[in-house]
């Protein structure tokens, strides 16, 4: 049995192969049925004269997404997907599709979530989770050739990475745990063994949140460096965001013109990106309009106005101290902020980068420990990393959807990932 995507190995022989029907068109005594296994779609031809009676018949009454096998003879076909076609010559039914619920018309949103399960199937869907899985890779691929060592960190923790009002809480034997909004806090802790690590993996927020940019369960890279301050963290986090964006130019690039992104926006993205500080921001939104004052956090809505000023994601970096993180380090020019950074994507994305650089002093670790009212004893181990050779590093955190969105030109991240969790929905 052959695959789709080996066709052009094997024209003018015999093959099988095994798919899904993607479309049936008859026109009077020939029929095209278009077959998706996978790696490709390829158009089997059928002409009644030249068929058993019980082929052809067999043929005319296929329904969406009935699970086949096909034997023809493939042929050149440059009007067809992949340049190449079957003269189909059998045809056996391996799994019917009576009434397939998703037909080619308008359904509604909640109707196509109700049915992820089978919405998977669609063209575009096919498209955006494929380049999801290209960056996924490259993200590896680019670790991985830097020497980066991958720490699998747990998804039941008993300490706070970021905001206590956005835990999902369980009981775990009688104590509270939480879902982890972030692996840092491990990685940072496997940093001394292997100098520079990441974490890669679910994460959870319990934001009461129905915007287009949020998921409650969200997939996120996390690399931590050792000896780098948090100018040397912005530079490292251009490099890997232009890094991805150009592996899913190289390899995904019929899946970014099916979605009719437009690459020419892509294209420009390369080192370096503006760089903009929190007061500066903050001055530039006023000047647009925002009601933000000095103190806040940029939302949504004002991280749009940013990017617009911009064809390059934009770093906004040290946020003051109250909006951000226990873990930041304080800036030593301006101890009212911490030397951290958020990375916005143009075209109004949002933030899909977030870093800092940490904390490695112990004292003031654990102050800020005391003024985030933060249970000392859930943070000993934490603090044993300040205790025993100290040193200064610095990380973030890539949010994989909201980069694939932006990447991809789509509007909202539940497209960005197989099953999506949002707070009203936990089906399929």
Same mark, same amino acid.
């Given at each position: 049995?052959? $695959?789709?995507?080996?066709?052009?190995?094997?024209?003018?022989?015999?093959?099988?192969?095994?798919?899904?029907?993607?479309?049936?068109?008859?026109?009077?005594?020939?029929?095209?049925?278009?077959?998706?296994?996978?790696?490709?779609?390829?158009?089997?031809?059928?002409?009644?004269?030249?068929?058993?009676?019980?082929?052809?018949?067999?043929?005319?009454? $296929?329904?969406?997404?009935?699970?086949?096998?096909?034997?023809?003879?493939?042929?050149?076909?440059?009007?067809?997907?992949?340049?190449?076609?079957?003269?189909?010559?059998?045809?056996?039914?391996?799994?019917?599709?009576?009434?397939?619920?998703?037909?080619?018309?308008?359904?509604?949103?909640?109707?196509?979530?109700?049915?992820?399960?089978?919405?998977?199937?669609?063209?575009?869907?096919?498209?955006?989770?494929?380049?999801?899985?290209?960056?996924?890779?490259?993200?590896?691929?680019?670790?991985?050739?830097?020497?980066?060592?991958?720490?699998?960190?747990?998804?039941?923790?008993?300490?706070?990475?970021?905001?206590?009002?956005?835990?999902?809480?369980?009981?775990?034997?009688?104590?509270?745990?939480?879902?982890?909004?972030?692996?840092?806090?491990?990685?940072?802790?496997?940093?001394?063994?292997?100098?520079?690590?990441?974490?890669?993996?679910?994460?959870?927020?319990?934001?009461?949140?129905?915007?287009?940019?949020?998921?409650?369960?969200?997939?996120?890279?996390?690399?931590?460096?050792?000896?780098?301050?948090?100018?040397?963290?912005?530079?490292?986090?251009?490099?890997?965001?232009?890094?991805?964006? /150009?592996?899913?130019?190289?390899?995904?690039?019929?899946?970014?013109?099916? $979605?009719?992104?437009?690459?020419?926006?892509?294209?420009?993205?390369?080192?370096?990106?503006?760089?903009?500080?929190?007061?500066?921001?903050?001055?530039?939104?006023?000047?647009?309009?925002?009601?933000?004052?000095?103190?806040?956090?940029?939302?949504?809505?004002? /991280?749009?106005?940013?990017?617009?000023?911009?064809?390059?994601?934009?770093?906004?970096?040290?946020?003051?101290?109250?909006?951000?993180?226990?873990?930041?380090?304080?800036?030593?020019?301006?101890?009212?902020?911490?030397?951290?950074?958020?990375?916005?994507?143009?075209?109004?994305?949002?933030?899909?980068?977030?870093?800092?650089?940490?904390?490695?002093?112990?004292?003031?670790?654990?102050?800020?420990?005391?003024?985030?009212? $933060?249970?000392?004893?859930?943070?000993?181990?934490?603090?044993?990393?300040?205790?025993?050779?100290?040193?200064?590093?610095?990380?973030?955190?890539?949010?994989?959807?909201?980069?694939?969105?932006?990447?991809?030109?789509?509007?909202?991240?539940?497209?960005?990932?197989?099953?999506?969790?949002?707070?009203?929905?936990?089906?399929?």
């Amino acid at each position: 049995m052959v $695959l789709v995507k080996d066709l052009s190995r094997y024209e003018g022989a015999e093959v099988t192969l095994a798919g899904w029907v993607d479309q049936l068109r008859i026109h009077g005594k020939v029929a095209f049925v278009v077959v998706r296994d996978g790696t490709g779609y390829v158009q089997n031809v059928l002409v009644k004269k030249e068929l058993p009676g019980e082929v052809w018949d067999l043929a005319v009454s $296929l329904s969406q997404e009935t699970c086949v096998e096909v034997t023809g003879v493939v042929r050149a076909e440059p009007r067809s997907p992949g340049g190449y076609e079957m003269g189909l010559a059998t045809l056996r039914v391996l799994g019917p599709s009576p009434e397939y619920p998703i037909q080619p018309k308008e359904h509604g949103v909640e109707f196509l979530l109700d049915h992820r399960h089978l919405w998977l199937r669609s063209s575009q869907q096919r498209a955006g989770l494929r380049v999801r899985s290209e960056v996924e890779q490259a993200i590896h691929d680019f670790l991985y050739e830097r020497d980066f060592v991958r720490v699998d960190t747990p998804i039941l923790t008993g300490s706070i990475g970021e905001h206590a009002g956005t835990l999902f809480t369980t009981d775990y034997f009688g104590e509270d745990a939480y879902l982890a909004q972030t692996g840092q806090l491990y990685v940072e802790a496997a940093c001394p063994a292997f100098r520079n690590v990441y974490c890669f993996g679910p994460t959870f927020r319990a934001e009461k949140s129905k915007t287009r940019r949020h998921l409650t369960e969200f997939w996120m890279v996390e690399p931590e460096l050792a000896f780098v301050d948090s100018q040397g963290n912005m530079a490292f986090q251009e490099e890997f965001v232009s890094y991805l964006v /150009e592996r899913a130019l190289e390899r995904c690039r019929p899946e970014l013109e099916y $979605l009719e992104r437009d690459l020419s926006r892509l294209e420009k993205v390369k080192p370096p990106f503006p760089r903009v500080s929190y007061t500066e921001a903050v001055a530039r939104l006023q000047e647009k309009g925002s009601r933000i004052q000095w103190g806040q956090d940029i939302g949504g809505a004002d /991280e749009t106005l940013l990017s617009e000023d911009h064809d390059l994601p934009v770093f906004v970096y040290n946020y003051p101290t109250g909006v951000k993180a226990f873990y930041m380090k304080e800036n030593p020019q301006d101890p009212s902020t911490v030397l951290c950074d958020d990375l916005i994507a143009p075209e109004g994305y949002g933030e899909i980068i977030g870093g800092s650089q940490r904390e490695d002093d112990l004292d003031r670790l654990l102050a800020r420990i005391h003024e985030e009212d $933060l249970p000392v004893e859930a943070y000993a181990w934490y603090l044993d990393l300040r205790r025993y050779g100290s040193f200064p590093h610095s990380g973030f955190g890539l949010g994989l959807e909201r980069t694939v969105a932006w990447i991809t030109g789509r509007r909202h991240i539940r497209e960005m990932i197989a099953f999506p969790r949002l707070i009203n929905r936990l089906y399929p």
